[in-house]
């Protein structure tokens, strides 16, 4: 177990504290079932009322406020919060070289310790960096790479020569490097197109459970460093994602799509293929992308719109059948009947 | 094989017979293939058609009809059939205490016998109760608990610390407890929210194939009794689903939902996070929730309304373009010219 | 190394050679990447553009162009480059009866070699035929039937009863035979209906990663020879699927939907349950369909129509905000006033 003062906590974040900084602290929580020496945040007024109350032994706040618990003041409680919990529950750490024997690991591999290999991993001929963690039942092919202090969760499939940069964390489920859905229509017969390309995942790369993301067909399928991607989401072939971008659950994109960095999709967006969005792009969700976009900004919808003009759509199509009505009620109404249509 | 007659069918779901009691029936089936100890069901005017030329042994029909085969009749078919289909074809159980010598099983587990647990098999530091399956390359980290008589299907993934009441379904690919989709926005950069939070997963729940349930950030992400959840969906971070609640395949819920009891999703039905759903909602197939629903009810469509208006709003989208055309000629057409826009 | 000279390979596609045919060719590859020894493909402007300045030996082309690399003229240059892919990349062939020591492998099984198991497979009571080959940590339940060639990748699951034609190409992740999601409602309970029918799945069908294929309730849930899947789609219990189909990533079957033959869908194509859809039917990316299809054609859309209608519906949905805008201002500028409603 983790302990520290609240004031050395404020030092790790950058913030003032009001109150005791001597107090212990030993975990981050929830104000509601935070105990006396649970660190908490305090976000919005719903977490303000709460924090009158709470129990907890300090708080993360934006600004001085009405609350028994010692108070860290910061510039951005999230933040602030992040690097506190990441303190309490740093990422799991290899210390010492770790193979275990029911893992099965191609003598031709290179394993650079130290490294925790799990049981039931499998590795071809391919290379390991140190740090790593392949937890159990995970395959990697022939020809991968990863490279230092990479975590591939239980039951991930790497097929062979993907290439992972460092600190690349993929969840459990997820399967990198399957063939693209590539194929060359002879009468009614689908003619397999070879997928020979690879697949290469810059550093601190975040893949989710249960993801696919497919080789190129010629050349490489890329996700930019630092990107992140949630739960069920599909990169097909040849796919080139920028950096620093955030893919939310269920985003779906099409082959040879062309994302610039910091491109955000919410939940649940669907692109085709063949398709350009620049840097700074914002996509709401539930939301399907035909066309490229060249311009910054947010937008939603299907068809994709500015994002504000998609919102006021989906309040009229509340309105859409009243609307018809009033139409076919104008078409009598109008001097000289209903000759429109 | 297991052999009964049709009076004893009967019995077993509250039926009356009409016609031989004493046919033996010693399968279920449909009536196109069925042979003379098959039992079928009759479930509508399509089925009734059927049933007069059926080789069935018998009949569950809700009144008595022209059919060769014997006849329960039943208040409701479905019910019944359910049941006996589960008698000829009972839920396999654990009889006596096997662990395959392929498994790998922490020496700090509880095993409770008789447990069936196969080859590559990968168990923690957990506990597991007595009567459960574990099939073939199943993965379940340490702090675990599962009840009695779980069944996890092969190559499931448990993260560490989740918990699963007593006769949890998990079918294969299924990852429970992988870190949720947390980020705290510093600049460009995405800072990993620590997923500290468990999975608590209450009895007779059944959840489908390659879903993903995330653990909490901070809390506990929950299951209800008796849900039953389809393939390929994914539940995030903190929500916490109640009773009786059914969604079919592709549902993706948002961090932090709140469902109440007996809520069901028709396929494919997309929410936003932090929102709140009561008791005894029913959503169309195909729909987005961007709110809270408040009141119980028929809902469907994106944005989200009454179940019929929306099915209304559908058939006025066939002739948006035609109303638009309509509009036009009307501002023609008006004393004035279009002065409108 | 497969080494072939442009004379050869134009004999292998039936195109016509421009310049020198004995230029030796050892690797298919794009017109940006490409060395004197690759053969590449142009397929439009852009191309043909790049296609000017290329390092490549060979390139395919419909007509002559101006290019420094030798010319194969063909009459469909995806097709011939599709075949000649295959030549340098043929797919893996068992040469060699080999199954890994860390395979566990049912005593009641028929294998037929030579295969290629490798190490963390696990086939129960099964029949796999020659030349298969069944990658790490896949499973393969008791009595599934596995035709001569198929390729299961790595962590595939198969539960009881499969059946594989032959050639068979699954990737990792995919479940097949999985429950269908079939339940009697009980008053609020969900009372399980045993899924007692299989999965037959025809010669040469190709099922993408992470994809779910559930069986039966009673009778198979069928895929007809030829059909390509891509990844995270999803069938449910008791469709039959025509051969020829092809379904790009994302699409989800409804229960006992049944497609005709050389159906198309793009993306993310959902289907409700129990419809018919007849041979030679396309439907464009993003729709949802509630009902039968009785023509072939082209469709698109949520609620599903002809494509070029939806289309436009979908241009038309852009200005509905304005619609609804000059509606109100017409109801208002009409004599007698805004009646309507």
Not at 96 to 117: F, G, K, T, W, Y
Request: glycine letters at 14%.
């Amino acid at each position: 177990m983790i302990e520290a003062s609240v004031a050395s906590l404020a030092q790790l974040c950058g913030g003032r504290v009001v109150g005791d900084g001597s107090r212990s602290i030993d975990s981050v929580g929830d104000l509601r079932s935070a105990g006396p020496r649970t660190l908490c945040f305090v976000r919005d007024a719903m977490y303000r009322e709460l924090a009158q109350t709470t129990r907890a032994g300090a708080v993360l706040v934006y600004e001085e406020l009405d609350t028994p618990a010692v108070q860290i003041v910061v510039g951005d409680v999230a933040i602030a919060f992040a690097r506190l919990a990441q303190h309490f529950h740093p990422l799991a750490r290899v210390e010492q070289h770790r193979v275990h024997e029911r893992a099965v690991i191609d003598p031709a591999a290179r394993l650079e310790p130290p490294l925790d290999i799990g049981p039931g991993v499998v590795i071809g001929k391919a290379s390991i960096g140190a740090g790593s963690m392949l937890m159990a039942g995970t395959v990697v092919g022939d020809g991968c790479s990863l490279g230092a202090d990479c975590m591939l969760h239980a039951n991930v499939t790497l097929y062979r020569g993907v290439r992972l940069g460092n600190r690349v964390q993929v969840h459990s489920g997820t399967v990198i490097g399957a063939d693209g859905f590539g194929y060359a229509k002879q009468g009614d017969r689908y003619l397999k197109l070879p997928q020979i390309g690879g697949v290469v995942i810059d550093d601190d790369v975040e893949i989710g459970a249960n993801c696919t993301v497919d080789r190129g067909a010629i050349g490489d399928t890329r996700i930019g460093a630092r990107t992140k991607i949630d739960n069920l989401c599909h990169i097909a072939h040849n796919c080139v994602v920028g950096t620093d971008n955030a893919f939310a659950a269920a985003c779906m994109l099409g082959g040879s799509t062309v994302l610039g960095d910091r491109v955000t999709f919410a939940g649940h967006v669907i692109t085709g293929g063949h398709l350009r969005i620049v840097d700074d792009v914002r996509i709401g969700g539930n939301s399907g992308i035909t066309g490229d976009v060249d311009e910054p900004g947010d937008y939603m919808g299907w068809p994709l719109m500015d994002k504000r003009q998609y919102l006021r759509v989906l309040l009229s199509l509340r309105e859409l059948t009243q609307l018809q009505t009033d139409v076919a009620d104008l078409k009598k109404r109008l001097p000289g009947g209903s000759a429109g249509s």
